[in-house]
């Protein structure tokens, strides 16, 4: 009779346990690192808990590196084999450049080719047509390249990602034009033959062999991988992922998505450019004919596949997509077949790539903290103040609708009002504009003595005002820290570092209260709702702001949430900052605010001590819908 299979056994199981093993394992290693390195250490914070020594990126490359040296020498460096390795060496720095733009920005760019290209042209004259030594002719593909890519993104970067993706992919078509009818400079449609690659600037000088030329390109690749480390973890790579996740909730934080989009394009296409300057050493001729869209898509297909975002992932998606072609020359429909079989595989069963890197570790230092914290009211700055916001007759129309219709307002330090009235009545709007997010129509808007009836959208939360969003906006691709990390490296001006501890003390002991894993090199996207409203409102908050806009804070939280959302209010409004809160939850705004305003239709209704909110009979028709 033959045996049941037991039910452990199903394949749905086997994988189960094997994830599981894999996870404790990786936990396992955790602990062994937590312990080898005490808590509070830099090393502990920056490496957060899970993963070993080995998750150092310098450990990774050197790792790589080594690697592609030891099969490159094993295979003979002359051989056929050993060329594939300096090839694939070559693919996977391109794949890294690209991931910049793509994996950062979100920005398909279509035209990495082109920066290939460029890069091939640049070494092939400094190195084909002059004699320049390949250690000069790299730098220079690699500014050419950056350059090419500022171009390109300056104009393009205004229309967003896809704009960006089309624009680069003219680029690629035009190239190949522009090359041949600058036959001066690029030989035309013969192109440049005998590309040298020398370490002097002798035409006699020796020519790098085979084995010279890898290392060259292994070394490269190194830079090119600690390069994409350190811009992802760095606060200009870390702003261009928030601008990607969320260009609006970015804004709010002072950041330009559009200037991100330019940094991650232009070192992308410099990094691009270096890996051409290279292929054009390897294959030592260039002609228009090698400027084709077919790589660009090939280098897109690498890194999307690898998994966009990730170092490792791009480095597979190199070896793979560049790989097959030449492991499978001599099956090329297979080739095909397989390519076909992976795109689906994978877009089915990891549709974000073979290995999605999301968070990165970050160190991320708490403020000291005080022993005997002033106590609020005896602290509080005199409520006479100069204003930090002063609204006179605001407006704003959207079409033929006025949303905002000359409300007045006037908001000092230390001072908290709530701002009530029906859905539709133009709370969110009357934030926007106070916050910059929307130019105002009309009226006049003075924030921190400074008239801003024209300033950018960045430059009102840098100036003054932080604020939270109706619904949470927060990174998903970031980690708790990594918000914290950001908003603290973009304060409002003139905030002494002394306030600012001030305020990430507010912070932090919001991120305690709510359990936010502020040590866990984890995506912030699976938190609770409390969790990410907390989570937004530490961030706004640990920016020390002059004025806090909160739009609804207290949808959605339990009462002992809302008693912490009462109790920062209070906090924060001791430390003088102003608070604008926008709250249909009445018992909060009774508790916190020290003034109430009620919108209707655009314009203030009713404005007065919150306890006489109930108790006016306009307010009330006003919510009951009977019209005043
Ligand atoms: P509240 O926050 O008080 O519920 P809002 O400020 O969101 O109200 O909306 C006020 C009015 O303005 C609504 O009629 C809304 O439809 C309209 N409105 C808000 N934002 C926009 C926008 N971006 N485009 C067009 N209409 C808008
Ligand atoms: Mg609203």
Redesign the pocket.
Known sequence: MAQPIPSQLTAASLAANATRLVRTGRERAGRAWAAAVPDGSPQARVLGTGWGVIARPYVHVLLLAGLAVVLAASFGFDSYRGAIVLTLVMYAIAALGLDIPVGFSGVLSIGHGAAFAVGMYTAAIASGTHTLPIWLALPIAFAVGAAIGLLMAIPAGRLGGLGLAVVSLGFVLVLADVVRWWDSLTGGVNGIPAIMSRWSFERSGAILDQAELLYVTVAVFVLAYLAHWYFRSASVGRSAVAAKCDPIGAGALGISPYRTRLYTFTLGSGIGAIAGGINGYVVSYVSPASITVDLSFLFLVMVVLGGAGSRIGSVLGAIVIGGLPIWLSEHPTLNVILYAAMLLLVVRFRPSGIIARRATAVRLARPPAVPNQPTGQADAPAKAAEPVIRAENVS?Q??G?V??DGVSLTARPGEVIA?V????????????LLSGL?PIDGGTLEVAGTRVDRLSRRRLPRLAVARTF?TPKIFPDLSVAEHLHLAARRPVHHRAPAEREAFERIAFSLLDATSLPVDRVQSAADLSHGQLRFLEIAVAVSRAPRALLL??PATGLGPSEIELLSDTVRRVAALGCAVLL?EHHLELVHAVADRAVV?HL?EVLWAGPPAEIGSSDRVRDAYLGVGV
């Open positions: 704003k959207f079409g609708l949303a905002v701002i009235g029906p859905n539709g009545s133009g709370k969110t709007t009357l934030l926007n929307y109706q739009d609804e926008v919108l655009g």
